[in-house]
Nanobody, 121 residues
Framework: QVQLVESGGGLVQAGKSLRLSCAASGSIFKMDGIYWYRQAPGKQRELVASITSGGSTNYADSVKGRFTISRDNDKNTVFLQMNSLKAEDTAIYYC???????????????WGQGTQVTVSS
């Protein structure tokens, strides 16, 4: 199994920055990619950013130019640097890993518990 723990959320003023982290542990044979989602009150969950095992990144239009996703050299931790935060960024942010836990395992979605980001205006 793969476990994910998000951290770094909190309360921040608009225009400021936060960095979220997603730490993966457990039996990770292969990691296909890490995906950051968020869900705001009354809103549908949306994909914010992603990074593949090859390092390719993608961003939602709403965060492009403000958010940056990156990984550490061990590929076990992924960061989401959030700059120029807006009130509209307020949401619970979830990390999802697509990974295989062993050489015989199918790629599976693993979700973290989420971390709250609140941006005050």
């Amino acid at each position: 199994q793969v476990q994910l723990v998000e951290s770094g959320g909190g309360l921040v003023q608009a225009g400021k920055s936060l960095r979220l982290s997603c730490a993966a542990s457990g039996s990770i044979f292969k990691m296909d990619g890490i995906y950051w989602y968020r869900q705001a009150p009354g809103k549908q969950r949306e994909l914010v950013a992603s990074i593949t095992s090859g390092g390719s990144t993608n961003y939602a239009d709403s965060v492009k130019g403000r958010f940056t996703i990156s990984r550490d050299n061990d590929k076990n931790t992924v960061f989401l640097q959030m700059n120029s935060l807006k009130a509209e960024d307020t949401a619970i942010y979830y990390c999802k890993a697509v990974a295989a836990a062993s050489w015989t395992s199918r790629y599976t979605d693993y979700w973290g518990q989420g971390t709250q980001v609140t941006v005050s205006s």
